[in-house]
């Protein structure tokens, strides 16, 4: 008998992935930049804005175990400059894998991928500071010979206040189902509910992020098999996950210098990462995050380096053009 890890929980697991550099140098997940960064929407529909007009984002990520994924986000205003429409795709290969049956014999190769449509729209509501948007997202599936289609809606809500450059945000995603299922089974979404702060500091150039993820799950921390201790009688006693434990687990935290000037410098901490990934009595920086932006006249490039573990670790390239 075999016992595989944890998981298979949800399909379409593609479709919490990171959207891009700006995103995973600051931890992985932020919900409340609302400027020029076009792909932003594809996590938050309620940042959908003015500014995003005409913006071409275009995004490319190394992932772990040679799978490559990549985004591609765009943004349009019409009546008068005050509506935006936004569009954006994510699509991921996972490459090409040698398939057996029970019995060893070859079945020859075969390979997988997904994708993922979706369209936002946000609005304010009324005269106040808050602003509510929605993605509608048509998903396709891929792996070997079985496919499968889907639906899902993402909804944001953000406040933002002026006067203090202080932001708030909530966002529920992949609310949905599958339309065609991969083999007669029907299985959920990747229900997600994350809840996001941020704030320009006043007189330091920095802008902080505190994002609060996976809201919709408790706990969110499992015990670690190789952290059980065992007392001289032989009787182990499993790692104890505590309230606290679970709230920073769930806890990102990020930072932006010179966010608004041509050149910026980006980091964050993932704390569920940093302690599901890392290794026992070994440093290896799992967590850790950082990045850069550059801006040449209508050209903006980013590079991201995101720490996973000692195996294996991550690079994200993304441009944006000012059409």
């Not at 065992?230 to 010179?258: A, M, P, S």
């Amino acid at each position: 008998m075999a016992f595989a890890q944890l998981g298979g929980e949800s399909t379409y697991q593609f479709l919490n992935l990171i959207s891009s550099p700006r995103q995973a140098a600051l931890g992985g997940k932020v919900l409340t930049n609302v400027d020029y960064d076009v792909t932003q929407g594809i996590y938050n529909p309620a940042t959908i804005n003015v500014e995003m007009d005409n913006q071409l984002a275009l995004n490319y990520a190394n992932h772990l175990g040679g799978i490559s994924y990549g985004t591609a986000a765009y943004a349009y205003t019409v009546d008068r400059r005050t509506q935006t429409f936004h569009a954006a795709v994510t699509y991921v290969n996972y490459g090409s894998f040698d398939g057996y049956d029970e019995s060893g014999n070859s079945t020859g190769r075969f390979t997988g991928n997904e994708t993922s449509i979706s369209f936002g729209y946000s609005l304010q509501i009324g005269f106040s500071d808050f602003y509510a948007g929605a993605n509608l997202k048509l998903i396709s599936s891929k792996l070997e010979q079985y496919t499968s289609l889907g639906g899902a809606f993402d909804f944001g809500l953000i406040y933002i206040d002026e006067s203090l450059d202080f932001n708030a945000a909530v966002v529920i995603r992949n609310v949905g189902t599958q339309f065609t299922t991969y083999a007669g089974l029907n299985e959920p979404l990747p229900l997600e509910i994350d809840l996001g702060l941020s704030q320009k500091l006043q007189n330091v150039p920095i802008r902080w992020h505190l994002t609060f993820e996976n809201l919709q799950q408790w706990p969110i921390a499992a015990a670690n098999p190789a952290r059980a201790t065992t007392d001289l009688n032989g009787n182990q006693t499993q790692e104890k996950i505590g309230f606290l434990t679970n709230i920073i687990r769930r806890t990102i935290i990020g930072l932006e210098l010179f966010p608004e000037k041509g050149f910026n410098i980006r980091a964050g901490y993932s704390f569920r990462r940093a302690e599901e990934l890392r290794i026992i009595e070994q440093r290896n920086f799992s967590g850790l995050s950082f990045g850069i932006g550059l801006k040449f006249n209508n050209l903006r490039f980013s590079y991201t380096h995101a720490r996973y573990s000692a195996a294996s670790n991550t690079s994200f390239l993304g441009v944006q053009i000012s059409l």
